[in-house]
């Protein structure tokens, strides 16, 4: 089974960009559909962006549609998550979910999951 670790949060101003990483190891990450969601504190985990094992669909939520951007190397075993134009409102944990199903924006339709990398955007 998959093992997800991501990297890349941090602090940042508002309008500023960070480009978040999920590093997958034991196993082909080109069997997966992967999905990235963020909490906030007494939130409840939130869908961000979605893309399918091949990359031919990418899905992504309302609240960042045209400002992150969901991509993956397949021979890297990695996924990306580029955030541009940050807002405070998209302070959260963010995390790299992986599925051999294909992804929906559903957090229980997916089985592995990274520990999650702080995002802080300042206003």
């Known amino acids: 089974q998959v093992q997800l670790v991501e990297s890349g949060g941090g602090v940042v101003e508002a309008g500023g960009s960070l480009r978040l990483s999920c590093a997958a190891s034991g196993g082909a990450f080109s069997n997966y559909g992967m999905g990235w969601f963020r909490q906030a504190p007494g939130m409840e985990r939130e869908f961000v962006a979605l893309m399918t094992y091949s990359g031919a669909t990418i899905i992504s939520a309302a609240s960042v549609k045209g400002r992150f951007t969901i991509s993956r190397d397949n021979a890297k075993n990695t996924g990306f998550l580029q955030m541009n134009n940050l807002k405070p409102e998209d302070s959260a944990v963010y995390y790299c979910?992986?599925?051999?199903?294909?992804?929906?924006?559903?957090?229980?339709?997916?089985?592995?999951w990274g520990q999650g990398t702080q995002v802080t955007v300042l206003s």
């Open positions: 979910a992986a599925t051999r199903t294909t992804p929906t924006s559903r957090p229980q339709h997916y089985n592995y």
